[in-house]
């Protein structure tokens, strides 16, 4: 049982070059979720979809985009990366969005030059 | 805006003993608290789940509760073993105007459980 799989664990790239994360969940769950985490600010909630075709901004969600066009998978692309987004990104998914669990991948490092 | 605390930042204890780990958050207005352990270079693993109507949660050596009114939050963890060290986070869901908001974490706790 896979759970959420995050692809690829570790990427660097260079200012200014796009790239996108990819999240995978077999569980059958409505609700995605993309976060990144930083030292000394916690989790944070980029963007998030509650079903098939939709998504929704969470907290942080400037110079990201995403893309649920699979119930299974969740997209999260970086148009333009930039140095301040340099971080670790964890994709979670949950089968309710109040009253379940969320489910987290093991996360990508990714790294701005 | 929602802010979630946990006290203390890093916690080591010797093996055997129980120990408490604390969260706060500043609005009551919640639908549940959950409690994540993070091991290092890994994702979150939930381990409790306390809905706002509920009071506590067990599982194992593991006890959580929840005082909505107070904004507090306790994990208790029964005589401890050194596959406990990771990093416990606790997070809210709090609800607005438009329904549901997203999980606000905490910045966690570093347990270090020393054999």
């Known amino acids: 049982n896979a759970g959420v799989t995050q692809t690829p664990k570790f990427r660097v790239l260079k200012t200014g070059q796009s790239m996108t994360l990819l999240c995978a969940q077999d569980?059958?769950?409505?609700?995605m979720y993309w976060y990144r985490q930083d030292p000394g600010m916690g989790l944070r909630l980029i963007h998030y979809s509650v079903g098939e075709g939709t998504t929704a901004k969470g907290e942080v969600p400037d110079g990201y985009n995403v893309s649920r066009l699979k119930k299974q998978n969740f997209l999260l692309g970086l148009e333009s990366a930039a140095p301040s987004q340099t971080s670790v990104y964890f994709c979670?998914?949950?089968?309710?969005?109040?009253?379940?669990?969320?489910?987290f991948g093991d996360g990508t490092r990714l790294s701005i030059l | 805006k929602q802010e979630v605390t946990q006290i203390p930042a890093a916690l080591s204890v010797p093996e055997g003993e129980n120990l408490v780990l604390n969260c706060s958050f500043t609005d009551s207005a919640i639908y549940n608290l959950q409690w994540f352990r993070q091991d290092p270079g890994k994702g979150l693993t939930s381990l409790l789940l306390?809905?706002?109507?509920?009071r506590e949660q067990t599982s194992g050596r593991l006890n959580a509760s929840l005082d909505k009114s107070s904004g507090r939050s306790t994990l208790y963890i029964a005589a401890s073993q050194p596959g406990d060290s990771a990093t416990y986070l606790c997070a809210v869901v709090g609800y607005s105007g438009g329904g549901a908001d997203g999980l606000t974490f905490g910045k966690g706790t570093h347990l270090i459980i020393q054999p």
């Open positions: 979670a998914s949950s089968k309710g969005y109040v009253f379940q669990p969320q489910h």
């Open positions: 306390i809905q706002s109507s509920q």
């Open positions: 569980m059958n769950h409505e609700y």
